[in-house]
């Protein structure tokens, strides 16, 4: 089966509407916006060419993370699969653009965004290879438990171990060893504002 396979960079231009099947799928769609730019050489400035208005719909998870990460006006790009739908009579036909989305994410050329894990309910799986690390998780006595965002084990426990490395790494004070990134620091700790 062929599939008309896009990306397209615009404005999200409507709220994002969340409603479920019969059956009980999660969907999500919004209306986007994107206006082509080009070079006026008569003029020597940018000018704004046409503008495109698709309809995106997401289905199932993409849908759930949709509704709570995406407002109207901010900047994304959407991938997925192309519908261009025509109906109506010969002398009224209309047409409706779509793209079935596959992913979404905010245009970060234009912006910054802050990544959520999403909070799944998956019985018994997250508690696969929890006492891996013993039987706090990974945690040390005294750690405060993880409150907010739900990260995954195995991320935490690679982070320790990055930093447990470049300890050793360090070797004595004032030693040059390689510096241990700002792995889930704040965006002061991101900008390097805190340093010593």
Do not use: C
Request: proline content about 6%; hydrophobic content about 40%; aromatic content about 6%.
């Amino acid at each position: 089966m062929n599939e008309t396979l896009v990306t397209i960079v615009g404005n999200v231009a409507s709220t994002v509407t969340y409603a479920q099947t019969p059956a009980g799928v999660p969907v999500a769609n919004f209306r986007m916006a994107t206006t082509e730019r080009r070079f006026d050489r008569g003029t020597g400035d940018w000018v704004d060419g046409e503008t495109t208005w698709v309809t995106v719909v997401a289905w199932r998870w993409l849908a759930t993370n949709l509704v709570s990460s995406v407002n109207k006006g901010d900047p994304v790009v959407v991938s997925g699969r192309l519908r261009v739908r025509e109906w109506g009579e010969e002398d009224r036909r209309r047409t409706a653009v779509e793209i079935d989305a596959r992913s979404v994410g905010h245009d970060l050329s234009r912006g910054t965004s802050a990544f959520r894990w999403a909070v799944r309910g998956r019985p018994d799986r997250e508690k696969v290879g929890s006492d891996a690390f013993g039987p706090s998780g990974g945690r040390r006595v005294g750690d405060p438990a993880p409150v907010g965002e739900a990260v995954p084990e195995w991320i935490v426990a690679a982070v320790e171990a990055r930093r447990a490395a470049d300890r050793t790494t360090a070797g004595p004070a004032g030693a040059v060893g390689p510096a241990s990134p700002p792995v889930l620091a704040g965006a002061a700790g991101a900008s390097g504002a805190d340093a010593d």
